[in-house]
């Protein structure tokens, strides 16, 4: 509920001052070669040191590669959050990266950031300057076989400070205040970050149009006759009385 009265608030700030740059091509960072046909286009809200964020960011590639390019296609945006100090520029190192390699990088180095949060954090970093923590950035490029000398130039570089910029714009835009955030086609979903791959393909499987597994879940839960247990998401249980139907990320409606 609190998140629904924010994004009220934000449409209405985004409808009255709102002006973000034109992208000149998507926003995001595709998975390996995914399709822009895929039906389910998965959109990853993550934080570059966001804890919660790296406990999604594995399964999210389990996802993508369960399914494979042709069913679903993972776009990562980041979302660097101002109390995160030091990840406003991890998101720019991923930007350089992906120009660096062509996206080919891109992916490892988000997992490489993810492995060395703990050294990024604020308290690691209190005393350490900004060159200090962009040479960390560059040795992890430089262990993606990347020109550290490259990133560092693009580290000063207006293009790469105006996409980072962007994509954590057109994130607000969307109404989202935390991470991790996702999105199927579009559309938010309230999955929680410990989401398992069985989690995500109890809700992608039903998308596909596949049989959806039948939970166990359902038989453990306790509502009254007459009523229909509804798992509207993996783990959130409500029950339908008469007339209303269990619709899927968002419960028992009419
Ligand atoms: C993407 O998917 C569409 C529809 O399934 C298919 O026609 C197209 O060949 C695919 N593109 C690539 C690059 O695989
Ligand atoms: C990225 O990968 C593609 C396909 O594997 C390859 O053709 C291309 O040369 C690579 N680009 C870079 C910059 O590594
Ligand atoms: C930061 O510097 C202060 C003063 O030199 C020192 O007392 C403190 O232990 C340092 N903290 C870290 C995390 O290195």
């Known amino acids: 509920?609190?998140?629904?009265?924010?994004?009220?608030?934000?449409?209405?700030?985004?409808?009255?001052?709102?002006?973000?740059?034109?992208?000149?091509?998507?926003?995001?960072?595709?998975?390996?070669?995914?399709?822009?046909?895929?039906?389910?286009?998965?959109?990853?809200?993550?934080?570059?040191?966001?804890?919660?964020?790296?406990?999604?960011?594995?399964?999210?590639?389990?996802?993508?590669?369960?399914?494979?390019?042709?069913?679903?296609?993972?776009?990562?945006?980041?979302?660097?959050?101002?109390?995160?100090?030091?990840?406003?520029?991890?998101?720019?190192?991923?930007?350089?990266?992906?120009?660096?390699?062509?996206?080919?990088?891109?992916?490892?180095?988000l997992g490489a950031v993810y492995a060395q949060i703990n050294e990024f954090s604020n308290d690691a970093t209190h005393n350490k300057t900004e060159s200090v923590v962009q040479a960390m950035y560059a040795s992890i490029a430089t262990s993606l076989q990347l020109s550290g000398n490259a990133f560092n130039v693009m580290y000063k570089d207006s293009a790469i400070e105006e996409s980072t910029r962007l994509d954590w714009k057109y994130t607000a835009t969307r109404g989202v205040a935390w991470t991790p955030a996702f999105m199927i086609n579009d559309v938010l979903i309230q999955a929680e970050p410990t989401w398992t791959l069985k989690d995500w393909s109890q809700v992608i499987d039903g998308l596909l149009g596949s049989q959806r597994p039948p939970s166990k879940r359902e038989t453990l839960s306790s509502c009254k006759i007459g009523t229909k247990t509804c798992e509207y998401l993996p783990g959130k249980v409500e029950c339908c009385t008469k007339g209303e139907a269990c619709i899927p990320n968002v419960g028992c409606r009419c």
């Open 1 to 109: 509920m609190k998140y629904s009265a924010l994004l009220v608030v934000s449409a209405f700030i985004g409808a009255v001052c709102g002006q973000v740059p034109l992208p000149s091509k998507p926003l995001g960072f595709t998975y390996g070669k995914g399709n822009t046909s895929a039906p389910i286009q998965l959109s990853a809200f993550l934080g570059p040191l966001c804890p919660d964020s790296l406990n999604a960011f594995p399964t999210l590639l389990q996802v993508a590669d369960h399914y494979g390019s042709q069913n679903v296609r993972l776009i990562t945006h980041q979302f660097p959050l101002p109390y995160h100090r030091n990840s406003f520029l991890a998101a720019k190192g991923a930007q350089i990266v992906d120009v660096l390699s062509s996206g080919n990088q891109t992916y490892r180095w």
